[in-house]
T-cell receptor
């Protein structure tokens, strides 16, 4: 069974802390994504990566960075957490070729609360 | 960026009822996708549509790719309690990569026993 695993389901951090959200996929997918989900706003793309060491900004990258040192792992970093970054964070991956790239497989999400 | 209007925002229905929801776009999409998010989980792909006019079923779910390429519909027949969740549409423009997916804001389906 294909799997995207996010390291934490719930996380509580303090304002100003550096926060790492980890995501691992076991499908040998080239593409990986980080979204945040907020009530009434749907899913918004933060960053994505189409290859190891490659990263591109999505629609709302401010306050975030990412790291992709290995194909299976894509990390989201909040350099200095703020209360407006309290949200559900979803990692996703997809393959390439044909009609694969738009079929996203999502992790279960990390609910981050910044106090 | 592209705008996707998904409606209704929420639905309160009785078990056994049929459900309809839709998404409309301000621009043309080449691919439409429908996802479902169970409470406490990430979204899961239900149906993918690739041609204007295409009608595709997955069990009790049926989705259609609108002729104008600017809309899509999802119907659920004879709803059951496990249908509860948030349904998202997503559209991809011609030539767009997965980063070009635009998601609707979701339809929250609640089933009353």
């Amino acid at each position: 069974d294909v799997k995207v695993t996010q390291s934490s389901r719930y996380l509580v951090k303090r304002t100003g802390e550096k926060v790492f959200l980890e995501c691992v996929q076991d499908m040998d997918h080239e593409n990986m994504f980080w979204y945040r989900q907020d009530p009434g706003l749907g899913l918004r793309l933060i960053y994505f990566s189409y290859d190891v060491k490659m990263k591109e900004k999505g629609d709302i990258p401010e306050g975030y960075s990412v790291s992709r040192e290995k194909k299976e792992r894509f990390s989201l970093i909040l350099e200095s957490a703020s209360t407006n970054q309290t949200s559900m964070y979803l990692c996703a991956s997809s393959g390439t070729g044909g009609t694969s790239n738009e079929k996203l497989f999502f992790g279960s999400g990390t609910q981050l609360s910044v106090l | 960026g592209q705008q996707l209007n998904q409606s209704p925002q929420s639905m309160f229905i009785q078990e056994g009822e049929d459900v309809s929801m839709n998404c409309t776009s301000s621009s043309i999409f080449n691919t439409w996708l429908w996802y479902k998010q169970d409470p406490g989980e990430g979204p899961v792909l239900l149906i993918a549509l690739y041609k204007a006019g295409e009608l595709t079923s997955n069990g009790r779910l049926t989705a259609q790719f609108g002729i104008t390429r600017k809309d899509s519909f999802l119907n659920i027949s004879a709803s059951i309690p496990s249908d509860v969740g948030i349904y998202f549409c997503a559209g991809q423009p011609l030539g767009g990569g997965a980063d070009g997916l635009t998601f609707g804001k979701g339809t929250h389906l609640i089933i009353q026993p």
